[in-house]
C-alpha cells in the first residue's frame, strides 16, 4: 500500500497540473469526486452488468480512445473487485484507497495500455494490502494478469531504504525483467505517489523524490515512456530543487510572447509543407520545466522560440523525409542540429527527425518530425507495444481485429522462464550483466553508471559474428564492443579494425564507426588490466574484473614467504615464469620480474634494480631504462638467470600494409608454438604499419627460430625486441 497522500495545494501537486494542462491540453481528473462515486457505488449496489461502474467510466472512456474494439467487460470485474477488497480503506488525505488504482490505470489508460496492462492495474494492491489471493486472481482473470499482479506486488514489497538498497533493487529488476509491462505499472504508481506527495514531511518527501531521479526516471527514459519521464522530473525538480524550480517557473509564466513566436514559425512551415502537396499536421510543443532548465544553463538568455519545439506529424516515414527536404529547402538549416533517429533508432524504441531551422526574421525553431505511430511510441514507449506475448492490441490503429483474450499466457522460454520478445536490448544486456556481477554493491554501482549515460552511440560489426549492430554508451571503445559482441571470448582479442583501419584496444568508437574485432586463436590469451581503463560498459568491466580476480598471477607480484631467510633457489615471475636469481645480501626481495621495457630473456645480459616495494626489476644490459636509472645514482642488483626455459618476450614488426597481413603474423606465431598475451598495431603511415607483440614463450631457445618466421611473412621487412626510450619521471613534490 502507498503511503503517500493526496495535498491538492502542494509544489509538487501544483507542478504536475501545470505539466498536464501543457501537455494534454485538459486538467486531470478530480480524484475527490472519483473517490465519491466509488463511495456511491458502494453503497448503492452493484451496478447492472451491461454498463461499467461511474468511478471507471473516466478510464473507459480514455482505453477506448485508443482502442475502440476493447472489450471493457473484464474491467468492470476487476474494478468490482478491487472496489470491495479496498472498501474501508483510506490514504492520509482522507480519500478511498481504490482512488490510487484508478488513477494509475487512468495513466497507462491515456498513455494507451491495452486491457491486460489495465486490469493488473486495477488490482495491483489487491494481493499485497487485502485478503485477496494470488490464486484467486488467476482463477477470475488468468495466468497473464495474475503474472504482473505478481510482478507488481514484489516490487512492492522492497524497501528502498536510504539510498535503494543494492540487493533489493536487483531483486526488482529480475522481477520485472521478463515483462516489461511489470515496470511500466510500477512508473505509473509512482507518478500518482509523486503527485500526491504533498503532507509527507520534507524529508522523506528528498528520499523519495531522490529514488525517483536516480532510478526510476532513467528506466522510464530507457523503456521510452517520455509521457511519465517528463512529469516525474518536474516532480522531482520541484522537491530536490524549489528555488531553480520556482525561477524556471517564473520564466515561463513571464513569456506569453513564446507561444506566439513558434505560432508564427508553424503558420509558415505548414503554409510550406501544404503547398508542396504534403499532408502533414504542424504543432507547437511546449518544453516542460526541466527542459527550460536545461535550455537556459547551455544558452544564457532565453529567447520565445526556446520554450518550444515544433512536432510535424505525418503518415508515413517516407512523407518525414519529404517534410525534412521541404524545410531546408525554404527556410535556412541549422546543420549541427539535424539528427535521424528513423533510420538509426534510439535504444528506447524512439524514433523522429530532429532538426532546426531558421525563419525570415532570425527566429531559430528545433523541429522533430514523425509519423504518428513514432509518436505514440515515442510518448508511451513499451506502453505503447501493447501485449508482448499474445495478439492484444497494439500501438496502431485498430484493425479490426478481435482483441485477444488477457487470459492468454505468456510462451516459456527454452530454460522455462518467460521473455519479453519486445524487451529493449539494453534490457537484456542489464540482465545478463547482474548475474555475472560478484556482490550487489558492485551491480549498484555499475547500475547507477550505466542509468547516468544520456547518450548511445550505435556501431556496426563487419565480421558477420553479431546479428545485428551494437548499442553502446558514447565513449565506449573497442573493449565495450568485443565483450558486446563476444562476451568472455573478448579476453582474447588482439586489436580491432575500426572504419577499415587497424586500432588499438583503446580506441573510443564514433557513432555509425564499423567495427571488426581480431581475436587470438590460442587459449591462453587473457585481457589485460590496462582494458578496465578503456572500458565503459559494466558487461565489460565485469567481465575483465572477475577474470583478474581469477587469475591474480597476472596481475599481482609473488607474495614473499613469511620465512626471513634468504631464498635456496631462484625467484620467478608469476606472469612469465621466468627464473631470476637476485643477490640482495641475504634479504628476499617481494618479487624479482623482467621489465617491460625491454623484456629480457635468457640468455640476454642482465642487469637489476630495486624499486617501489622492495621488488627487482631486471632489465637487458643496453635498455635505455636502465641506463637512465644508473645517471640518477640508482645501485644496481647483481641478478642471473636460474634454470627455466620459459618467458615473456616484447617484438616490433616493422611491415608494409596489406590485407590478412595481422592474420599471417598471428599464425605464424601460433605455429612457433609462441602465445600473444597482447597486441597492438599503430595506424599506417606512408603504407607502413608497425606491429608491436607481447609473446609468451615456452622455451626461450626458440625465439631466433620465431623471429625468423616472423620475417618470412610477405610484407614484414623487420622484426626486433623491443627497446622503449626512456622518459624522464616527474618528481614528487
Not at 509564466?253 to 510550406?272: D, F, K
Not at 574484473?545 to 635456496?568: C, F, I, K, V, Y
Request: a negative charge; aromatic letters at 4%; proline letters at 8%.
Amino acid at each position: 500500500m502507498s503511503p503517500e497522500a493526496t495535498n491538492p495545494v502542494s509544489a509538487a501537486e501544483d507542478a504536475a497540473t501545470d505539466v498536464t494542462v501543457r501537455r494534454r491540453g485538459r486538467a486531470r481528473i478530480d480524484l475527490r469526486r472519483l473517490g465519491r462515486a466509488a463511495l456511491l457505488g458502494a453503497t448503492a449496489g452493484p451496478s447492472p452488468r451491461d454498463r461499467l461502474p461511474d468511478a471507471i467510466g473516466h478510464v473507459a472512456e480514455a482505453h477506448r480512445a485508443h482502442h475502440p474494439e476493447a472489450d471493457l467487460g473484464v474491467l468492470r470485474r476487476a474494478y468490482v473487485l478491487a472496489e470491495s477488497s479496498h472498501r474501508g480503506q483510506f490514504r492520509k488525505s482522507g480519500e478511498p484507497y481504490i482512488t490510487h488504482p484508478l488513477a494509475v490505470t487512468l495513466i497507462l489508460a491515456e498513455l494507451g495500455a491495452e486491457t491486460t496492462t489495465l486490469t493488473a492495474s486495477l488490482l495491483h494492491d489487491t494481493v499485497e494490502d487485502t485478503e485477496v489471493t494470488l490464486d484467486q486472481v488467476r482463477r477470475e482473470f488468468g495466468e497473464e494478469v495474475a503474472y504482473l499482479v505478481d510482478g507488481v506486488t514484489k516490487v512492492e514489497k522492497i524497501d528502498y531504504g536510504a539510498a535503494a538498497e543494492p540487493e533489493t533493487f536487483r531483486k526488482m529488476l529480475v522481477a520485472t525483467g521478463n515483462d516489461v509491462r511489470v515496470m511500466s505499472i510500477k512508473l505509473a504508481d509512482r507518478l500518482h505517489n509523486m503527485r500526491t506527495l504533498g503532507v509527507m514531511r520534507p524529508e522523506k518527501q528528498a528520499r523519495i523524490a531522490r529514488v525517483t531521479r536516480d532510478v526510476l526516471i532513467p528506466l522510464a527514459e530507457r523503456l521510452g515512456v517520455q509521457a511519465l519521464k517528463t512529469e516525474l522530473e518536474d516532480l522531482v525538480f520541484a522537491i530536490l530543487h524549489p528555488e531553480e524550480y520556482e525561477t524556471t517557473r517564473a520564466l515561463v509564466a513571464g513569456a506569453p510572447h513564446a507561444a506566439g513566436e513558434l505560432g508564427a514559425v508553424a503558420e509558415q512551415a505548414e503554409t510550406v509543407l501544404r503547398e508542396a502537396g504534403i499532408g502533414a499536421e504542424v504543432l507547437v510543443r511546449p518544453r516542460h520545466f526541466v527542459s527550460v532548465h536545461r535550455v537556459r544553463l547551455k544558452r544564457g538568455e532565453l529567447r520565445g522560440c526556446d520554450f518550444g519545439r515544433l512536432l510535424v506529424l505525418v503518415a508515413e516515414d517516407a512523407d518525414c523525409y519529404a517534410v525534412l527536404g521541404e524545410l531546408h529547402t525554404c527556410f535556412t538549416p541549422v546543420v549541427s542540429e539535424f539528427k535521424d533517429f528513423i533510420a538509426a533508432p534510439k535504444f528506447n524504441l524512439y524514433q523522429s527527425l530532429h532538426t532546426a531551422i531558421a525563419a525570415p526574421d532570425g527566429a531559430v525553431a528545433e523541429v522533430l518530425i514523425r509519423t504518428h505511430r513514432m509518436h505514440r511510441v515515442a510518448e508511451a514507449g513499451v506502453v505503447a507495444l501493447g501485449n508482448p506475448h499474445g495478439g492484444q492490441e497494439a500501438a496502431g490503429p485498430p484493425d479490426g481485429a478481435a482483441a485477444a483474450s488477457p487470459d492468454a499466457a505468456a510462451p516459456p522460454a527454452e530454460d522455462g522462464e518467460r521473455v519479453d520478445p519486445t524487451r529493449p536490448g539494453w534490457l537484456s544486456r542489464l540482465l545478463d550483466w547482474q548475474q555475472a556481477a560478484p556482490d550487489p554493491d558492485t551491480f549498484w554501482s555499475s547500475l547507477r553508471a550505466d542509468l547516468a549515460e544520456d547518450e548511445e552511440i550505435t556501431v556496426f560489426p563487419t565480421d558477420g559474428a553479431a546479428p545485428g549492430p551494437l548499442s553502446l554508451p558514447a565513449g565506449a571503445s573497442c573493449v565495450d564492443a568485443a565483450y558486446a559482441q563476444h562476451g568472455e571470448a573478448a579476453h582474447g582479442c588482439l586489436g580491432a579494425r575500426v572504419n577499415g583501419r587497424l586500432a588499438p584496444m583503446s580506441t573510443v568508437l564514433g557513432d555509425g564507426d564499423t567495427v571488426q574485432l581480431l581475436l587470438a586463436r590460442d587459449a591462453v590469451s587473457a585481457p589485460s588490466p590496462e582494458w578496465l581503463d578503456h572500458a565503459r560498459t559494466p558487461a565489460a568491466r565485469i567481465a575483465i574484473t572477475g577474470w583478474l580476480r581469477a587469475h591474480p598471477e597476472s596481475t599481482a607480484p609473488a607474495a614473499a614467504p613469511a620465512d626471513p631467510r634468504p631464498p635456496a633457489g631462484p625467484a620467478a615471475d608469476r606472469r612469465t615464469g621466468t627464473e631470476v636469481h637476485a643477490d640482495l645480501d641475504g634479504e628476499r626481495p617481494a618479487a624479482v620480474r623482467p621489465a617491460g621495457c625491454c623484456t629480457p630473456v635468457p640468455p640476454d645480459e642482465i642487469t637489476g634494480f630495486r624499486v617501489h616495494g622492495g621488488s627487482v626489476t631486471v632489465h637487458r644490459s643496453g635498455c635505455a631504462s636502465a641506463a637512465a636509472m644508473r645517471r640518477v645514482g640508482r645501485a644496481p642488483v647483481t641478478v642471473r638467470w636460474g634454470d627455466t626455459a620459459q618467458g615473456r618476450v616484447t617484438l616490433v614488426a616493422e611491415s608494409f600494409g596489406r590485407p590478412g597481413l595481422l592474420a599471417d603474423l598471428t599464425d605464424a606465431i601460433a605455429t612457433a608454438g609462441a602465445a600473444v598475451v597482447s597486441a597492438t598495431v599503430e595506424p599506417p603511415s606512408e603504407q607502413r604499419v608497425r606491429h608491436t607483440y607481447t609473446l609468451h614463450l615456452p622455451d626461450v631457445a626458440e625465439l631466433p627460430a620465431l623471429m625468423r618466421a616472423m620475417r618470412d611473412v610477405p610484407g614484414v621487412y623487420d622484426v626486433r625486441r623491443a627497446r622503449h626510450r626512456a622518459s624522464p619521471r616527474p618528481r614528487r613534490a
